[in-house]
């Protein structure tokens, strides 16, 4: 017999399976001896008030073993000879319409201007070490897209529980673990995010799509408004009569084509600042309200957002335990973001804490919707300026920040370039600035210790999302004037992470493959 429960208990009971079964039996009323297993269905931490305690949803099974149901991928039938979609980008959105083209009988031909995985790594070393950018390989750009090297958290504000359930199931297929469905903010971190997204293109490729890297597109062709296929940089043309563009908010690149083709892009809000890292402990002992946090609670986050000034200012991405990374896409730029491994054991805490970006904040760069582009690029630019024209970050200590005060020296920090010393009101633009200083202070009344010098602030955190929109058909997911060209993802401005970017790669691919009958 099965029975479902929902209940709250402290973390040392919800990690540990015998004093589990003692709960459920002193609490419930079940025969202790009868509970063969309890199967954790959802589980999510309450720390709201000064006792910890862990919501738990279960299922007991009581005189009933509990068989493990392996997590399979669909059953991928061969498409090599099937009607070809071309896929641009093989990030999340990109793989997972790969992936779905397959499950639905056409083959997917990917389009990566960035390497695998492996030669990837190479890239990121360099770029860590020697402060070389690669401009086609780099933390945004290869095999898996911006996600790759990622902290892979995987949560979403999508509301359709159906299609998150459904990647999240994918990923647990190609290898993450099963606790990725049960916790309520699941993350699958840097170490494992690799062999996972590999596993996903050799099964692409075993089911007969094809997935080229080093192929950076470089035009569309297009006649009488409707999608031919493509070019790429060496001068190759391949052709569909579907294309799937999944080029991520960082290939500017594309959207200058776009412009420069008359292919209509509009400019979109999107938000703008720094990143900020604390003592990994700190950020424990303020959200869990203990000096120590123990063996049983992970290693905390935060999500916080204030109006400043009739400004959203608020944390973005949020990595414990983690590092922050430098992840611009051109030489001449600093741009910051974060990842962690799946323990989330590094000894800080990286948060992106960004501004709400209004597009008359950009008016001096005109009214295109590249004018957005452009601002975020003069910014990143002044950070490498300051920065002393290396992937050195330009950096100040937090309270110094937010009072304009030249930081005496700086902590060391995770952010393996290194950072020098810089008053960032150099670097940001001084509304952004502003609301920044004034967004620390506040953030440290909610969060009691949160606002101190022992935390650094690092600039640019520029690349939150997309600037720009590609605007489509929201029936046929088609671009609103050319047919067969499918804007997708982060980067067409439907995606927000690794999750929504999935799930929008699948909805591009069934809409793509339903108009080729
Ligand atoms: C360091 C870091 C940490 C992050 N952490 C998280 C996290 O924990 N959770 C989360 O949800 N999100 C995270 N994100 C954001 C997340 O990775 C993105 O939201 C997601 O990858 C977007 O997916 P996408 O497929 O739309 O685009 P992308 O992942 O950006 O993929 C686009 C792909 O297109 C390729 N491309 C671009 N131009 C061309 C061209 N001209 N020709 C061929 N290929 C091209 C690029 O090389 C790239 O591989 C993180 C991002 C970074 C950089």
Known sequence: MQQEFSFQVSPETAGNADALKHHLSREKGLPFSEIRHVEV???????????????????????????EEKITTPEYKDVSNADAVIIVGAGPAGLFAALRCIELGKKPIVIERGKDVRARRRDLKKLNIEHVVNEDSNYCFGEGGAGTYSDGKLYTRSKKRGDVKRVLELFVAFGATKEILVEAHPHIGTNKLPAIIQDITKTIKKYGGEVLFNSRVTDLQVKDAEIQGVTLLDGRKITAKKVILATGHSARDIFFLLYNKNIHIEAKPFALGVR????????????????????????????????????????????????????????????TNGWS?????????????????????????????????????????????????????????????????????????????????????????????????????????????????????????????????????????????????????????????????????????????????
């Open 41 to 67: 269905l959802k589980r999510s931490i309450d720390a709201r008030q000064k006792k910890i305690k862990v919501n738990l949803k279960v299922q007991v099974y009581l005189q009933e073993d509990f068989k």
């Open 276 to 335: 900020v890292e604390h003592p990994q402990v700190l950020i424990d002992q303020i959200q869990y309200h203990t000096p120590n946090r123990g063996e049983f609670l992970p290693p905390s986050s935060y999500s916080i957002v204030k109006q400043v000034g009739g400004r959203g200012v608020y944390s973005f991405c949020m990595c414990p335990g983690g590092i922050i990374a430098p992840c611009a896409t051109s030489p001449g730029e600093i741009v």
């Open 341 to 517: 491994p799946s323990k989330r054991d590094q000894a800080t805490a990286n948060s992106g804490i960004v501004v709400e970006i209004k597009p008359s904040d950009y008016a001096i760069f005109g009214t295109s919707p590249l004018a957005a582009l452009k601002f975020q690029q003069e910014v990143e630019q002044k950070a490498w300026l300051a920065g002393g024209k290396t992937q050195t970050a330009p950096a100040q200590r937090l309270v110094d920040f937010s009072n304009g005060k030249i930081s005496g020296n700086l902590p060391e920090t995770s952010y393996k370039p290194g950072i020098t010393l810089v008053e960032l009101g150099e670097v940001l633009p001084g509304f952004v600035h502003k609301s920044l200083q004034k967004g620390f202070v506040e953030f440290g009344k909610s969060m009691k210790g949160y606002f101190t010098n022992e935390a650094v602030v690092h600039a640019t955190e520029s690349r939150t999302s997309s600037p720009v929109r590609i605007p489509r058909d929201p029936a046929t997911l088609e671009h609103v004037q050319i047919k067969g060209l499918y804007p997708c993802g982060e980067g067409a401005g439907y995606a927000g992470g690794i999750v929504s970017a999935a799930i929008d790669g699948e909805k591009c691919a069934e809409k793509a493959v339903l108009a080729m009958g």
